[in-house]
């Protein structure tokens, strides 16, 4: 996969706000891959959580928008507990997650889900689901 | 032995999918001179701990909730939920440990007249309680039954062991505390390595494939290492187990289903409160198991069987 580096990337607002909103030291992650090894979601996902925070490193915050990754995350806080460099990986996914999400842009809208589904899930399952791809 | 008094907090979906976990707990707590009296007012959890930064709105709910606790005027407030457990938890520490969020999380409480500092309230989970304040010995004098050769695999998922700071074991990379809970009872738990990996979680509602796939691998090792039962005390990890046997049947031959139960039901199956139960609440029934296993009567009809 070609990436054009730059220095503008680097210092983009998107990268700070990704920095801020996730309160963490974005360089510190040294690609291990523990966070892929661990991620329960991995099978389904486009690219590896190793990957994520390697494009954010480099200011590639619009291609980590556009991944399948960061919304499969179920916040279980393995790659977190696991991370030999101390990073929460599930808060970068959140930064990224509300990066989207405050546009006003719904990843799950409520009419999405079945009629099954709502009489079936318990509430846990949607009020979650809600709250992590919701405005 | 005196009557330990403590504040209750079910959240959701205690009082609906998860209703044989809250009334087989309550039930066995009345057995153990506990008196869990449920808030009167408690608030929603949010379910999940929200990890942006600047989203301390979300903390609001967990917060209403232990300052109601604190107005209660006992010192402990006690959840069985494995995600109001984790909410609930890190807010609290957050409001201790951040006196910025602290004081804009306090510019919110229109409605409450008491100031919460993070640390008047011990917020209890089940099995904390009856490792440290009950004691696994005393819960084994009333227990009356013998679990015989029953094989349990004690499943802990994420919430009650992720972060670190909450976690209801000392040792949240390898826990125990469910497993010495069963060996004071005298139920043999078997070692597998999913025990505290995820199931899928909130996942459910629009990756159904994650949750076949998390539930595939979860219960296949519980049932290659010689469990005859998956015990649990998170309700969401509870639905996906149990919930999605059915399609994870569909799609593997040869698969071989395992009943999942909460750790509340197989202790008040012990002390002999069958009546509790209502088995009608499981997708996959434990009733072949636990009558093979002599927990419940041989012809007994439990809640709602064989009408």
């Given at each position: 996969?070609?990436i054009?580096?730059?220095?503008q ?7 700070e706000?990704?920095?801020?909103l996730s309160?963490?030291n974005?360089l ?8 892929s ?6 099978e ?16 590639q ?5 556009k991944?399948?990754?960061i ?9 977190k507990?696991?991370c030999?460099r ?9 930064a990224?997650?509300?990066?989207v999400l405050?546009e ?16 079936e899930?318990?509430q ?12 | 032995?005196?009557?330990?008094e403590?504040?209750?907090?079910p959240?959701?979906?205690l ?6 976990f ?8 009345e ?8 808030l009167?007012?408690w608030?929603?959890?949010?379910t999940?701990y929200s ?6 709105i979300n903390q ?13 005027g ?5 959840v069985?939920?494995?995600?109001c457990?984790n ?5 609290q ?11 804009k ?17 011990r917020v209890?989970?089940?099995l904390?309680l ?6 696994f010995?005393?819960l ?5 039954k013998d679990?015989?050769d029953l094989k349990?695999?004690?499943y ?8 670190r ?9 390898h826990?125990?505390?469910l497993e ?10 078997v070692?597998?390595p999913f025990?505290?990996?995820?199931c899928g ?6 990756e159904k494939?994650?949750v076949?796939s ?8 519980a049932?290659k ?9 998170c ?6 187990l149990?919930?999605y046997q ?12 395992i009943?999942?139960?909460y750790?509340?039901?197989?202790l ?9 139960q209502d088995f009608?609440?499981h997708?996959?029934?434990p009733?072949p198991v ?6 419940i009567g041989?012809d007994?009809v439990a809640?709602?069987e064989?009408?």
């Open positions: 996969m070609k054009q580096l730059s220095r990337a680097l210092l983009s607002e998107l990268r706000q990704v920095r801020d309160e963490q974005l510190a992650c040294y690609q291990c891959g523990k966070c090894a661990g991620c329960p979601s991995i389904a996902m486009d690219v590896m959580p190793s990957q994520i925070i390697r494009w954010v490193q480099l200011g915050i619009e291609k980590a928008l991944s399948k990754t919304w499969l995350c179920a916040a279980c806080q393995t790659c507990v696991r030999p101390g990073v929460d990986l599930a808060r970068i996914m959140e990224l997650r509300q990066l405050r006003n842009l719904h990843y799950v809208h409520p009419n999405m889900i079945s009629k099954e589904d709502l009489e899930l318990p846990i399952a949607l009020v979650a689901n809600f709250r992590k791809f919701t405005p | 032995m005196s009557v330990l403590l504040s209750y907090m959240g959701c979906t009082k609906t999918k998860a209703k044989n809250e009334t087989t707990t309550l039930r066995l707590l057995l153990l001179d506990v008196q869990a009296e449920e009167p007012d608030y929603c959890c949010g999940t990890l942006a930064s600047d989203n301390v609001l709910g967990p917060i209403r909730t232990l300052v109601k606790a604190k107005e209660s006992r010192e402990e407030l006690l069985l939920c494995s995600m457990y909410t609930l938890r890190r807010a520490e957050l409001v201790r440990s951040d006196e910025e969020k602290r004081s999380i306090n510019e919110f409480m229109y409605d409450e007249e008491t100031d919460f500092s993070g640390d008047e309230v209890v989970h089940l904390t009856l490792k440290e304040e009950i004691g010995e005393a084994k004098q009333k227990l009356l679990a015989g349990v695999a004690a802990y998922g994420c919430m009650l062991l992720r972060p700071e909450i976690a209801v074991d000392p040792v949240p990379e826990p125990s505390i010495d809970l069963f060996a004071a009872c005298g139920v043999e738990s070692y597998f025990r505290t990996e995820c979680s909130y996942q459910t509602v629009n494939q994650v076949i998390r539930t595939r691998a979860i219960t296949e090792s049932v290492n010689g469990a005859d039962l998956i015990v649990t005390s309700p969401l990890c509870y639905y996906n149990d919930a059915p399609k994870v049947a569909e799609a593997t031959p040869g698969f071989r289903r009943p999942v139960m750790v509340s039901q197989i008040a199956l012990l002390a002999g409160l069958e009546e509790t009608n609440l997708v996959v029934d009733r636990l009558r093979e296993k002599g927990l041989k007994a809640a709602g064989g009408e």
